[in-house]
């Protein structure tokens, strides 16, 4: 199967693709990303950071970076549905002021709607605590303590309408210990996460081509 660009154009320093980072944390594989970004010959750069959290610790990282920072919360007074819509409507006006060539996931713990996706498809890439397919969603970590596997890891890819289901652009594997707890196993993956990310974002912005027909 031939390959596909996720980025329509290659970054170069002087002219570097525009990066939107999500993010409802700590942030601290954005602040790896931006430090990488501050590279003088990085063909990539965060132009926005965006979070649905006031609170969102990442916020002060963003800040140490002179990032602007968009902040939308979710509406609780709507309903499920209605609060998603309604808040993504209003993060896509924000990121129209900012000219944006990707969006790249980062601790970002709400589900995008299929309506959101298929605007940016497949400009939208995101980082799972786990070798998936196995162990989707949102506490990976408990669960493949559970289950006793030896290997466990992170992977990138690229954003669907589903729970972390599309397509993979590269995983780092990682060993499991019977010692560890869900602090330990995360920090060790957090190490590879903080590495593997910036280098996929390269080859993206370089216009290398993934295989994005799974």
Excluded: W
Aim: hydrophobic share 40%.
């Amino acid at each position: 199967m031939g390959g596909s660009q996720i980025v329509s154009r290659i970054g170069h320093a002087s002219n570097p693709i525009r990066v939107a980072v999500f993010f409802s944390g700590s942030g601290t594989g954005m602040n790896a990303l931006l430090s990488h970004q501050n590279q003088d010959d990085c063909i990539h750069k965060t132009v926005v950071c965006v979070t649905d959290k006031e609170t969102a610790g990442g916020i002060e990282f963003a800040n140490h970076h002179n990032i602007p920072i968009v902040v939308e919360p979710i509406n609780v007074d709507l309903s499920k549905v209605e609060r998603r819509l309604e808040q993504e409507m209003r993060i896509r006006k924000r990121l129209d002021d900012y000219n944006i060539d990707l969006i790249v996931l980062s601790g970002y713990m709400r589900l995008l709607s299929a309506d959101f996706v298929e605007k940016y498809y497949p400009r939208i890439i995101n980082i799972h605590p786990s070798l998936l397919p196995a162990f989707p969603g949102a506490d990976a970590h408990t669960e493949v303590l559970a289950s006793g596997v030896q290997v466990s890891g992170c992977t990138v890819h690229v954003v669907d309408s589903g729970m972390d289901s599309g397509p993979i652009l590269a995983q780092r594997r990682v060993p499991v210990f019977d010692s560890d707890t869900h602090s330990i196993l995360s920090r060790r993956i957090q190490i590879e996460e903080h590495r593997i990310y910036p280098e996929v974002i390269d080859l993206i912005c370089s216009c290398h081509q993934f295989d994005l027909d799974c």
